[in-house]
């Protein structure tokens, strides 16, 4: 019998997850970053999702908010952060949640691609050229960014 693949593994765990969602309706809280130098952003594709995303994940128990972005960044990304500030407060409702995402900014960063079963790529893309299969919510994140507007509490 062949093992079976990561990503299909994670796929899978991660259906299951949803479906979970669908009759418990957690509240949960997120972290994403939106770190942009030279009119690019740095986004991120995992094994179990399909598209790109701003690098964030969930707040772990007795984990402050900067502390829960930071981790991500560096376990997504390998991203290491010189400033962080809030850009926006979002709240969704999909796939049965109610889920609270803190956004952070960060203008000022470095990053290397990691070796990780969770994320399959890392990449810097110009605003204006956005890969195919990026998030909606990551469209409307950098499209807020690029506006001038912050401190956004809003829906997703």
């Given at each position: ?34 770190a ?5 952003v740095l ?23 900067r ?21 926006g ?10 889920d ?57």
């Amino acid at each position: 019998m062949l093992p079976i693949q990561v990503p299909k593994l994670a796929r899978f765990l991660h259906s299951v997850q949803r479906l979970h969602w669908r009759f418990a309706r957690p509240t949960t809280v997120g972290v994403r970053l939106l770190a942009v130098k030279e009119g690019a952003v740095l986004l991120v594709k995992h094994t179990y999702l399909d598209g790109w995303y701003l690098p964030g994940g969930g707040v772990q128990a007795g984990e402050t908010l900067r502390d829960a972005v930071k981790r991500e960044a560096a376990e997504e990304a390998g991203a290491g952060l010189q400033d962080l500030r809030l850009f926006g407060v979002y709240s969704s409702f999909f796939e049965g949640k109610s889920d609270h995402i803190v956004v952070f900014l960060s203008e000022e960063f470095s990053w290397r691609r990691v070796g990780s079963q969770e994320i399959e790529s890392v990449q810097c893309f110009a605003f204006n050229e956005l890969p195919e299969g990026t998030s909606l919510g990551t469209h409307r994140r950098i499209a807020e960014y690029t506006a001038g507007e912050r401190a956004v509490a809003t829906s997703w």
